[in-house]
């Protein structure tokens, strides 16, 4: 069983329901983000589900130097605190660089360590420094039991309020295998773990100058990851997805979420039911 984390009147981790995180891969324009933010808010409430709001202001790992990266920091800050106040939910996005961490850390609730860059010592104890909580994508050229050195890394800090994000393994050129043994490997480290369903099914670099991905997939890894026993589930959503500026092949449709939430929160019930009195899920 995990430790729990606080965010707030949030709780992550240990036998509590599982918290979605979700949102566009990119803030593509200040009306669209917040329409899916709104959305996720309202599908949430009805379903009496915790939820962080996710997305990038600045995608600086696209496959090609003219793909969109988003509005940048100082605008895509303002546009996700504006978000975080006027919703009154918790927000999250990734860093790339260490002038960004200061202002990100002010306005974000959860700071976002990329899968590339969970390795890179110095800019992980310094995410780790400052930001409330820290979300360490694990790299998908990593062993689970290799993130056991990033989880020291980011308590030397005496920052405990971490999360570690599952997001697929390398299997080959331009794919992934999502490998469920890893979820209670990382789970046994003692922090919460989310399960990112839209990047396992990434195609990473597979359609030339961008990712693509097989979205018809993520229900199924989703049902799987849940069943398993997690303490959150990550997704890309989008209103279009086949007109999303970044991640679109890998992206949920909105108006596909509420049904698959559901069966996702009836799992998980009876998952962590089993977690509370001392039970094996098998």
Known sequence: MTKKIGIEDMVIGGTAPFVLIAGPCVIEDEQTTREIALFLKNITRRLNMPFIFKASYDKANRTSIHSFRGPGITKGLQILADIKKDFGIHVLSDVHRFEEIDHAAEVLDVVQVPAFLCRQTDFVVEVARKAK?????????????DIANILVKVSSTGNENIMITERGTTFGYNNLVADYRSIPILREMGYPVIFDATHSVQLPGGIGTASGGLREMVPYLSRASVAVGIDGIFLEVHPDPESAKCDGPNSLRLDSLF????????????????????????
Do not use: H, S, Y
Not at 259 to 282: A, F, P, S, Y
């Open 133 to 145: 909580v820290i979300n360490i994508k694990k790299g998908q050229f990593l062993a689970p039991w």
């Open 259 to 282: 049904e698959l939430l559901q069966m996702l929160l009836q799992i998980d019930t009876i998952v962590k039911r089993k977690m509370t009195n001392g039970e094996e899920c098998t």
